[in-house]
């Protein structure tokens, strides 16, 4: 999975996704070359749908039906 600036330049590639207790690490690069492991905890989680709200939550189920726009 990658994640894009607002210039669509390529910001980090996640490879890997993994649980470790209450938490899922996320593990990847950053800018292509920096190894980077990040841990979203279930607070962040939540924190994290309330930014997106029902709209934004809906949108992104949706998002997986749908394809890209080269």
Same mark, same amino acid.
């Given at each position: ?28 690069? $950053? ?26 939550? $809906? ?12």
């Amino acid at each position: 999975m990658k994640l894009y600036g607002p210039d669509r330049r390529e910001l980090m590639t996640i490879s890997r996704i993994e649980r470790e207790g209450q938490q899922l690490i996320l593990k990847g690069k $950053v800018f292509g070359t920096m190894p980077l492991s990040a841990s979203l905890t279930p607070e962040e989680a939540r924190a994290g749908l309330k930014l997106l709200g029902w709209r934004g939550a $809906v949108f992104m189920l949706s998002m997986l039906l749908r394809r890209s726009r080269g």
